[in-house]
């Protein structure tokens, strides 16, 4: 309660958690929300000449290539970015968390082989290594998650590995040790509770960033494939139609920045009140 009124008190805060709430109400309540089917091609979703139609009484944010509805197609896709955002930067936290803590605790030859192969893969730009991944593998929904899972874990575990440094040098954890306590204790109930901040605000940004990686891999065509709705392959399957039709790539592009922006500024809020030490900071 005490974090929610801290962010309610911040007006850039209480922006992105409204935005959020709506991105999750669209998502969840998409089919009694969405006017048509995402998948339904309308005859009437086309004008006389074959090409879509523009926003108006019938179709609020016009229709695509095929004539299905933009806004229904929108909002099934929120589902997509919702789930692979929740799922693969999850998945990439818990990484970066066991990568992080146990390097940081371990120390030695252990730790050291840990943060090289981090650090090895810190190296490699995080969109080329997903699209090789991506190309290699069949695309799909929860291979895209696994895919950006697999190389958003880096920044997380160079994080955490560095707190943790700090963390098993304290006096606490010392205290601990010279009483006998064994390493799975210290870490379950003196590292990993101080380490939580940390996991919620990276969770928090790494959304953002994840939902711009699965736009992208959409737009290039080696992310989730049709008929299944996400914001990038809308915009993938309209970009002939940009002068045309400039409603198919402006509508999911506003929702894909204000989406990535929202995320941003919730995880900014949140970094502060956890930390105040990173405040300004980033």
């Known amino acids: 309660m005490r974090v929610l009124k801290e962010l309610c008190r911040q007006p850039a805060a209480v922006f992105g958690l409204v935005i959020v709430l709506a991105v999750v109400i ?3 309540a998409a089919p009694w929300l969405a006017p048509y089917a995402p998948d339904n091609q309308m005859f009437e979703g086309l004008t006389l000449e074959g090409a879509p139609m523009p926003p108006g009484e019938d179709f609020l944010l016009g229709t695509d290539t095929l004539g299905r509805d933009l806004l229904s197609r929108l ?3 929120a589902r997509t970015s919702l789930i692979i955002g929740l799922v693969a930067n999850g998945v990439a936290v818990a990484i970066g968390l066991f990568v992080g803590v146990t390097a940081g605790y371990m120390r030695g030859w252990v730790g050291g082989t840990m943060m090289r ?4 893969m810190m190296a490699f730009p995080a969109l080329l290594l997903a699209i090789v991944l991506a190309a290699i593998l069949k695309p799909s929904l929860w291979i ?3 895919v950006i899972a697999l190389v958003n874990w880096v920044q997380v575990a160079r994080i955490v590995y560095t707190e943790t440094r700090g963390l098993v040098e304290r006096d606490f954890i010392m205290a601990e040790r010279a009483l006998g306590a064994g390493n799975a204790r210290i870490v379950l109930r003196h590292v990993l ?3 939580v901040p940390t996991a919620i605000v990276w969770g928090t940004l790494g959304i953002a960033t994840t939902v711009l ?3 992208t891999l959409s737009f ?3 992310g989730v494939q049709p008929p299944e709705p996400s914001w990038g392959n809308i915009i993938f399957e309209s970009q002939s139609y940009f002068q045309a039709a400039p409603w198919l790539v402006f509508f999911p592009g506003a929702v894909i920045l204000l989406t990535a922006l929202a995320f941003n500024l919730v995880g900014d809020a949140l970094r502060d009140i956890l930390d105040p030490t990173q405040r300004g900071r980033g």
């Open 220 to 222: 290039l065509g080696i």
């Open 26 to 28: 669209a998502a969840i």
């Open 75 to 77: 909002l099934y896709g």
């Open 213 to 215: 990686l699965e736009a």
């Open 117 to 120: 192969f981090t650090d090895l």
């Open 144 to 146: 895209v998650a696994m």
């Open 193 to 195: 509770p101080h380490l």
